[in-house]
């Protein structure tokens, strides 16, 4: 059934790329839309794909239960055990290699697991680290998945390491998982040549759940890393990540889930920070600070996270990058308040059309205060508000940020949500001369509705969202629609976005208006049985976009081909055509030279390869080269990354880009050179040491950050942060700085 939608799909498409510009335009969104609703209301079901088929019983205890990794307490011996853990990948047929025995229990406070994870293959166990919140596809690990609100598209992910690193984080749209979340939770693993054996302990307060529930989803997943082995309690197809909601058996309590209760926590900080201005002839200025974060537990479902004066100078610098762009480079959010609780607000709107991006917020100007309330309300309802109130810096004036989402959930795994944002100077300002560039206020509102079919094999979006603010129409919207298909074997997507010339949407991230963009993406996947390949499989993507008037400005075309071998080296061929007519004078090297003329139409061809080789060995490296024409000229660029790993203590990675960029007299030609080592020292699981330098002969610029963490008590730090940007030809300093934060968590 699914391999004729498939093929319906693809000779649609094709009709469809016959028809002109603006019939593909409103036909495309109104067939997606309705597509939408029909298939979601087709594959409605009550509950996931596994609920009735895997099933776990958990019963109380009043046994004292001592988190070290031994089992000898009693009521392990007399918890219900899993069954046999199948498969993921390589193949998603067949048992593991390695199993995996996982018991719960719980108490008045906290729900405890005893898991063994068998491991007859011999060697030594791989782990990159004993940093907390390690990479999942470069260690050993376990994880739990608990789906607490029974809707298989939002919960929480735990994991431990086989070096006892533990990873916690928050699972949203039913694949993904935030993992800056951080909370107080235990856990201890006792190492054997044949085994290794885990106990945890995870408290009800930091979960959030429907009170009077007698079923959680849950999946248990492990990756052993010496077989190339992912497997699962309850299986799932290959396709999917291992944090796949939709696939969660049920965990059955033996009597209802009572209230939580108020329960808060507190969070005091202090700073000392030592700064200079080498470049302003400053001399080196002391500066002390003190601040709050503070946690409310308002009910089993129900949070309010308070902040007083936030301090973020213990976040890692962003990894830079080279600017070959025409338009706003993309760098993630770091902040911990930004980040926890955050997927409603993350989630709205597309990769390049986000109606909120926090970074907008206090990255320029100081953050008095914040507020966010989130959690469920009822078993379909889930809301998300946040205020958030900046001081003046410079020519920025002292502004009020507010964000509100509420979300209901329909069919089976399917929701519509309604957003606003709002950005309002709050400083008396008598003339708008005082306020330069911006308006007194923007906001946007809209309405989105997100497709997520039972088995999650048909995703996708529409949205219509609407920007306001002085001298704003009724015309500055963004509209969008996208669907993906994944199968075993193919994976199909189409997306299409109108932004119009007025969108405007100031605390957020938007490349680009005025135009309007179609990009079709299809991938298919062979699976032979011989033992050196796992999967190979050619991969189709155009991009395009239009102006106002429906003329052609940019298209990109590239055919890719990627081989992943049963070593777990991979490879990848492309070739790509690109089409672009500037619509501003542009200089392709981004050095300030001579600009190619507004009105200019480009086109050329470049082939490139990339390859990494097997992340399980001590040494391991990835790497990208093309070479073709780049606007008038010609570019030859290469990226890559060593790494070495010193097992469990750290690693040593080696981070490089080079664009050689060659353009004719008078336009510049350029070397452009990035390239960073880093080191990550993991002394123990509680004291890490990352080191990071950055070259970028782009900016002339030479960063060093030094960040030494002591994790001495549960979500409690001592951060020692060192940074420097220097000239790199002579060394010369352009500014410096040293900050001490201290910060202990209150229950």
């Known amino acids: 059934m699914h391999k004729i939608r498939t093929i319906n799909l693809i000779f649609n ?143 929480f992910a735990f994991g431990i390491s086989a070096s006892g690193a533990q990873t916690e984080g928050l ?60 497997s699962a309690w309850a299986p799932m197809p290959r396709q999917f990540p291992h944090c796949s909601l939709p696939y969660t058996g049920t965990m059955m309590w033996d009597e209802p889930l009572g209230k939580a209760g108020l329960r808060f926590s507190l969070i005091p900080y202090l700073t000392a920070k030592s700064t200079r201005d080498y470049e302003a002839s400053d001399k080196f200025t002391w500066k002390g600070n003190a601040g709050l974060d503070a946690k409310v537990i308002l009910s089993t479902s129900m949070n309010l996270d308070l902040t007083v004066n936030p301090d973020y100078s213990q976040v890692e610098v962003d990894r830079q990058q080279t600017n070959l762009d025409r338009f706003e480079l993309f760098f993630p959010e770091k902040r911990q308040f930004f980040l926890e609780n955050s997927d409603l607000f993350a989630s709205l709107g597309t990769q390049t059309i986000r109606p909120f991006f926090s970074r907008r917020i206090g990255l320029n100007s100081p953050v008095l205060a914040g507020a966010r309330l989130s959690g469920n309300i009822g078993s379909n309802w889930r809301v998300n508000v946040m205020d958030i109130q900046t001081g003046s810096r410079d020519d920025l004036r002292a502004s009020n940020f507010f964000v509100a989402a509420l979300q209901r959930s329909v069919f089976s795994r399917s929701n519509i949500s309604a957003f606003i944002i709002n950005r309002q100077v709050t400083e008396n300002v008598d003339t708008e001369e005082a306020f330069p560039g911006n308006s007194r206020f923007n906001r946007v509102a809209g309405l989105e509705y997100n497709l997520a079919t039972a088995d999650n094999r048909w995703t996708g979006k529409a ?59 299809i991938r298919y996947k062979f699976f032979p049985r011989a033992d050196a390949v796992i999967s190979h499989g050619p991969g189709i993507r155009a ?35 690109t089409y672009i007519k500037l619509m501003a004078p542009y200089d392709p090297t981004n050095t300030g030279g001579e600009k190619l003329p507004a009105g200019d139409a480009f086109g050329w061809r470049e082939v490139g390869a990339s390859f990494a080789s097997d992340m399980r060995k001590p040494f391991y490296l990835s790497a990208k080269s093309s ?121």
Request: glycine share 6%; charged share 20%.
């Open 171 to 230: 699972q949203y749209e039913g694949t993904r998982v935030n993992y800056s979340w951080d909370i107080k939770w235990r856990s201890s693993v006792a190492s054997y040549d044949d085994r290794w054996v885990i106990e945890i302990s995870i408290p009800f307060r930091s979960l959030r759940y429907n009170e009077g529930d007698r079923e959680w989803g849950v999946n248990f997943g492990r990756l052993d890393l010496k077989n190339n082995e992912k």
């Open 543 to 577: 991009d395009m976009f239009f102006d106002t008037s429906t003329d052609l400005t940019d298209r990109q075309t590239e055919i890719s081909y990627s081989v992943e071998w049963s070593n777990l080296f991979t490879t990848s061929l492309e070739a790509s055509e």
């Open 463 to 521: 949205f219509y969202h609407q920007s306001f603010q002085e001298g704003a129409s009724l015309q500055d919207a963004a509209m969008a629609a996208n669907i993906t298909y994944s199968s075993r074997f193919l994976t199909a997507s189409l997306n299409q976005s109108l932004v119009g010339s007025g969108y405007v949407a100031d605390v957020g991230y938007v490349r680009r208006t005025g135009y309007y963009e179609l990009n079709p993406v």
């Open 627 to 747: 070479y073709g024409g780049y606007y008038n000229g010609e570019r030859w660029s290469v990226s890559g990354e060593l790494n070495y790993r010193y097992q469990p203590y750290g690693s040593l990675a080696l981070v490089m880009a080079y664009n050689n960029i060659s353009l004719p007299e008078p336009y510049n030609s350029a070397k452009l050179v990035l390239i960073g080592p880093r080191l990550d020292f993991t002394f123990t699981d509680n004291i890490f040491f990352t080191s990071f330098i950055q070259y970028n002969n782009q900016i002339d610029n030479l960063n060093l950050n030094l960040r030494l963490q002591w994790r001495f008590a549960p979500v409690s730090d001592l951060f020692i942060v060192y940074t420097e940007n220097s000239f790199p030809a002579a060394y010369n300093i352009k500014n410096r700085g040293l900050v001490i934060k201290l910060s202990y968590w209150f229950n």
């Open 13 to 155: 498409f094709i009709s469809f790329a016959k028809l002109p510009l603006r019939m593909q335009r409103y036909t495309a969104l109104l067939a997606l839309l309705v597509f939408l609703g029909n298939n979601d209301y087709i594959f409605c079901q009550s509950g996931g794909v596994n609920r009735d088929k895997y099933r776990i019983g958990i019963a109380r205890t009043s046994e004292n239960i001592i988190i070290d990794g031994i089992l000898d307490e009693a009521v392990w011996g007399k918890a219900e055990r899993t069954g046999v853990f199948q498969r993921v990948t390589p193949t998603d047929t067949g048992f593991a290699i390695a199993q995996t025995v996982v018991m719960m229990t719980y108490d008045d406070l906290n729900l405890y697991l005893g898991v063994i994870c068998l491991d007859p293959t011999p060697g030594k166990r791989p782990v990159e680290s004993l940093r907390r919140d390690f990479n999942f596809s470069r260690n050993d690990n376990f994880m739990v998945f608990l789906d607490t609100y029974n809707d298989q598209t939002n919960g």
